[in-house]
T-cell receptor
C-alpha cells in the first residue's frame, strides 16, 4: 500500500520567514497531490492542488512543487505569519477506479512565532 | 466554497452501543461521499467511498459490518459504528464531491469526535 511521509512532525519558524514542508511518498503513482490545512478539532481545508504533469503551482503566499521522479512535493509559505500556525497535510489523489480518493500523510505542525 | 456539515460534532457512548453520524452537503448535491478516521497526531485514514444509491466501497482492513454506511440521498450519508468499543474512539470526518466536480473538488466536514467509554 502507499506510504506517505511528511518531513517532520513539527516545524517552528520566525514570522516573516519562509516555511518549507516536505511530502515524500512510495508505492504509489498519484494522479495529483493536494495540500490541506487542519486546525485542532477541525476538518481539513483545501489549499492547493498540483497534477502529475505540473511542476509548480502558486497561490498568493503559497507555492507547491511536485517531482514525480523523486516522488516528492514541497510546500512553501512565504512571509509567514502567526496565523499560519496549523497542521499541514499532504494528500495523494487516486486515478481511474480510485478517482477522488485521497490518501493523507500524518501532517507537519507549523508554529510561526512573532 | 460548498459547505458540508456533520452531526453530532461530538458524542460519548457506552461500550456495546451503536452510534450514527450524519454527513450533509448543504448547498450542493453530493454524488460521492468519503469517510475518514483520524487518531490523535495521526493521518486521516480513508475508510470508505460512498456513492449515492449504491453500496459503499471499503478500504482494506475496514470492517464493513462494523462501520455501516448509507448514502440514500444526494445530500446525506450516514456512518453507523455498531457495537462500539473504546478502540473505536476517534475523530470521524466526511467529505463530499458534487455532480460537476472536477477531481479536486472535495469538501470536508468539521468532523465528529466519538468517545466510547
Amino acid at each position: 500500500s502507499q506510504k506517505i511521509e511528511q518531513n517532520s512532525e513539527a516545524l517552528n519558524i520566525q514570522e516573516g520567514k519562509t516555511a518549507t514542508l516536505t511530502c515524500n511518498y512510495t508505492n504509489y503513482s498519484p494522479a495529483y497531490l493536494q495540500w490541506y490545512r487542519q486546525d485542532p478539532g477541525r476538518g481539513p481545508v483545501f489549499l492547493l492542488l498540483i497534477r502529475e504533469n505540473e511542476k509548480e503551482k502558486r497561490k498568493e503566499r503559497l507555492k507547491v512543487t511536485f517531482d514525480t521522479t523523486l516522488k516528492q512535493s514541497l510546500f512553501h509559505i512565504t512571509a509567514s505569519q502567526p496565523a499560519d500556525s496549523a497542521t499541514y497535510l499532504c494528500a495523494l489523489g487516486g486515478r481511474g477506479s480510485t478517482l477522488g480518493r485521497l490518501y493523507f500523510g500524518r501532517g507537519t505542525q507549523l508554529t510561526v512565532w512573532p | 466554497g460548498a459547505v458540508v456539515s456533520q452531526h453530532p460534532s461530538w458524542v460519548i457512548c457506552k461500550s456495546g452501543t451503536s452510534v450514527k453520524i450524519e454527513c450533509r452537503s448543504l448547498d450542493f448535491q453530493a454524488t460521492t461521499m468519503f469517510w475518514y478516521r483520524q487518531f490523535p497526531k495521526q493521518s486521516l485514514m480513508l475508510m470508505a467511498t460512498s456513492n449515492e444509491g449504491s453500496k459503499a466501497t471499503y478500504e482494506q482492513g475496514v470492517e464493513k459490518d462494523k462501520f455501516l454506511i448509507n448514502h440514500a440521498s444526494l445530500t446525506l450519508s450516514t456512518l453507523t459504528v455498531t457495537s462500539a468499543h473504546p478502540e473505536d474512539s476517534s475523530f470521524y470526518i466526511c467529505s463530499a464531491r458534487g455532480w460537476e466536480a472536477s477531481y479536486n473538488e472535495q469538501f470536508f466536514g468539521p468532523g465528529t469526535r466519538l468517545t466510547v467509554l
